[in-house]
């Protein structure tokens, strides 16, 4: 009741940050191994508190909801044959996406074994069999690519890197892996980092179909990811929080 209660002061911003270090030491007092089973909207998270997403939700009861609202909005608007998910982690966009049915398939990339764990659980115990997991990264050429765990404080910045990896994941084009032609296509991409070869290596698709993409971007990326754009016929339609919307879909 309690924790229901302050989830509409939480979309406060200042109560929020008021209220966010003594609810976290309630849920320490209430959950003494710190996860358990929340439902967020119709959803339901094996959450841990230890990890700054999964509190978020237990805490609030949301995650990215403005961005997840506005693919949403354009699903229904243009329909949808295809929703990928890159950077799955816990699996929000992808289940929500199945849930409303909004898309004909769905299909979540996460090479991160410790996360692919509770996103098949949440696929699961949320009745959403018909979300294809692929185990892979997902980059602008075929291979293998070292990948940096990050602890449990954000799992979900767990990303691909060049130097000092923890472990080798294998690498697919998206052009590669998902071929499609003539076909509605919406994609959201959050993978620290990685986004441009998330990209590069999904040309084709945007070339041969209608694209709506979601693609993480912090302000230092923005300048090429207005580069990549203009090269592939993409305009920016919104931005928001670190998120930036591109389409070639019709107005």
Same mark, same amino acid.
């Given at each position: ?5 302050? !989830?509409?002061?939480?979309?406060? #911003? ?22 358990? *089973?929340?439902?967020?909207? &119709? ?22 909801? /403005? ?8 699903? !229904? ?8 998910? +890159? &950077? ?17 398939? %769905? %299909? ?8 692919? +764990? ?14 294809? +997991? ?8 075929? &291979? ?10 954000? #799992?979900?910045?767990?990303?691909? *890197? ?6 080798? %994941?294998?690498? %697919?084009?998206?052009? /590669?892996?998902?071929?499609? !032609? &003539?076909?509605? @296509? ?11 070869? *998330?990209?590069?290596?999904? !040309?084709?698709? @945007? ?11 912090? #302000? ?32």
């Amino acid at each position: 009741m309690l924790l229901a209660a302050t !989830r509409a002061l939480g979309r406060i #911003p200042v109560m929020r940050k008021w209220l966010k270090h003594p609810l976290t030491g309630l849920l320490a007092r209430l959950w003494p191994d710190g996860r358990q *089973v929340v439902r967020k909207g &119709g959803l339901l998270y094996l959450v841990d508190i230890r990890s700054v997403v999964d509190r978020h939700i237990a805490l609030w009861g949301w995650w990215e909801d /403005e961005q997840l609202a506005l693919m949403l909005d354009r699903m !229904r608007r243009h329909g949808c044959d295809l929703f990928v998910d +890159v &950077g799955a982690n816990l699996g929000t966009y992808a289940m929500e996406v199945a849930r409303a049915g909004l898309a004909a398939r %769905v %299909v979540a990339f996460k090479p991160d074994p410790r996360t692919l +764990v509770r996103l098949r659980y949440h696929l699961q115990i949320n009745g959403l069999p018909q979300v294809e +997991v692929v185990e892979k990264g997902v980059s602008a050429a075929r &291979g293998t690519a070292g990948f940096k765990l990050v602890d449990v404080s954000n #799992p979900g910045m767990s990303r691909i *890197v060049t130097e000092a990896p923890d472990l080798t %994941v294998e690498t %697919v084009p998206l052009d /590669e892996e998902l071929p499609m !032609r &003539g076909a509605r @296509i919406f994609v959201k991409i959050d993978v620290e980092g990685h986004e441009l070869e *998330v990209l590069a290596g999904m !040309r084709g698709l @945007i070339r041969d179909n209608r694209v709506f993409i979601q693609v993480e971007c912090f #302000p230092p990326l923005r300048p090429a990811l207005d580069a990549f754009a203009a090269e592939t016929g993409l305009r920016a339609v919104a931005h928001i929080r670190d998120d930036l919307f591109l389409t070639n879909f019709p107005d």
